[in-house]
């Protein structure tokens, strides 16, 4: 497992599944996001059986990017009945799809920064490239300025998205992001 720390995605490995410390630390840390890789050759049945358990012991909100035998893993957990939602949740959807669609170098806008989320996994996807996050309110933009702060290629402006064709950049945008929820 690479260092885990809040606000990043972390890869894991299959065989990290089982290892009770690794479980501990994925909870205390509370990652954005988790990729698990397949590492060694188990038997499929015993795998889906061990990333079950494994999703059943993090925390629900971290978003798992990737795994092997996924749909084989959900139906697992509906029949325990323990599915929370995990590949039918629209944020777990967007967020999978995103992060195989944008590299490191591309520009990527958040139209509605809200609690700065969706701003700080985008930042975390495009290292070398840019993020241009949008809110009309100062609470949001102050909660973002926070959980961006290691990250000097994030631009964040307080005003409305509809203001973002007025950007003068040196390539396209990859992709736009509107999460419509509110900021309370």
């Known amino acids: 497992m690479n260092q885990a720390t809040k606000n990043e995605i972390i890869n894991i490995t299959t065989s990290d599944v089982t290892n009770l410390e690794v479980i501990n630390t994925i909870n205390k840390t509370q990652p954005n996001s988790l990729k698990i890789t397949l590492d060694h050759n188990v038997h499929p049945e015993e795998l889906i059986k061990n990333l079950t358990n494994f999703l059943e012991s993090i925390n629900p ?77 100062k609470a949001a933009i102050m909660a973002t300025k926070e959980k961006v702060k290691d990250f000097p290629n994030v631009y964040l402006y307080q005003e409305s998205h509809e203001n973002m064709i007025n950007l003068k950049l040196d390539k396209k945008i990859k992709i736009i992001l509107f999460n419509l929820g509110y900021l309370p």
């Open 61 to 137: 909100n971290i978003v798992v990017l990737d795994m092997p035998y996924l749909n084989e893993v959900q139906l697992n957990l509906k029949v325990r009945h323990t599915y929370q939602g995990f590949n039918k949740s629209i944020l777990n959807y967007v967020r999978r799809e995103i992060s195989q669609t944008v590299t490191k170098d591309d520009y990527v806008i958040d139209a509605t920064i809200g609690n700065g989320n969706d701003t700080l996994f985008l930042a975390t996807l495009v290292t070398n490239g840019k993020v241009f996050g949008y809110d009309i309110q």
